[in-house]
């Protein structure tokens, strides 16, 4: 089956520093990934979408200077956690659709879980 | 713009048991899909049933069976004779066929299943 990877799955890092998550998508080709953000215990919450070539969408309240995102090429979109700050802290999941296939799943990647201490 | 209602925040079933989880969603749309995902401890995200809207038929996936009740916008999961691997937390997602819709999910907020030994 259709296999996305997201890296790293944990990460601690410093208040001020940046972060870049990778999102691959590994068997399929994705012209469209999604980032999405979730604390414990709660639903997914959609930050932005991902857009192979173009810029990315971002959903209402999300600070787009703050989460970076780059979808370079069909097979891998980054999300850049810009001096990083404790509320920041988060599990941070992508999503791909296969672009030759219309009624296909997203497929998610293993998460992300981000510590800013 | 769509929602997605998941009113209980908690459920509880015994072992070999049926239990039924519930969830409506709001759409001027006709045509669309709806999804369960499971998201075990791990929190991966876990696709447990897809249901097409046009479809009268309800979706079934071996122990998972869904009720599409499309006029009444309710889409409930009845998973059979629950297994300690079922407890999860499960969200009840649409996605729009719109074009440039992009396929993005909608998640409602998610129920904490718990299966009891």
């Known amino acids: 089956g259709a296999v996305v990877s997201q890296h790293p799955s944990w990460v601690i890092c410093k208040s001020g520093t940046s972060v870049k998550i990778e999102c691959r998508s590994l068997?399929?080709?994705?012209?469209?990934m999604f980032w999405y953000r979730q604390f414990p215990k709660q639903s997914l919450m959609l930050m932005a979408t991902?857009?192979?070539?173009?810029?990315?969408?971002?959903e209402q309240g999300v600070e787009k200077d703050k989460f970076l995102i780059n979808h370079a090429s069909l097979t891998l979109s980054t999300l850049t956690v810009t001096s990083a700050h404790p509320e920041d802290s988060s599990f941070y999941i992508c999503?791909?659709?296969?672009?030759?296939?219309?009624?296909?799943?997203?497929?998610f990647g293993n998460g992300t879980r981000l510590t800013v201490t | 713009a769509q929602t997605v209602t998941q009113s209980q925040p908690e459920m509880s079933v015994q072992e070999a048991e049926t239990v039924t989880l519930s969830c409506t969603y709001d759409?001027?749309?006709?045509?669309?899909?709806l999804f369960w995902y499971k998201q075990p401890p791990s929190r991966q995200m876990i696709l447990v049933i897809r249901?097409?809207?046009?479809?009268?038929q309800n979706a079934t996936e071996n122990r998972f069976s869904v009720n599409f009740q499309k006029a009444a916008k309710s889409f409930s999961l009845k998973i059979s004779d629950s297994q300690l691997g079922d407890a999860a937390m499960y969200f009840c997602?649409?996605?729009?066929?719109?074009?440039?819709?992009?396929?993005?999910?909608?998640f409602g907020k998610g129920i904490t299943l718990s299966v009891r030994p």
């Open positions: 999503s791909a659709k296969d672009r030759n296939s219309y009624n296909s799943p997203l497929h």
């Open positions: 068997d399929f080709q994705a012209t469209t």
């Open positions: 991902s857009n192979e070539g173009s810029k990315a969408t971002y």
């Open positions: 759409t001027s749309e006709s045509d669309y899909y």
């Open positions: 249901q097409e809207a046009y479809k009268q």
């Open positions: 997602a649409y996605r729009s066929l719109l074009t440039g819709a992009n396929s993005k999910l909608t």
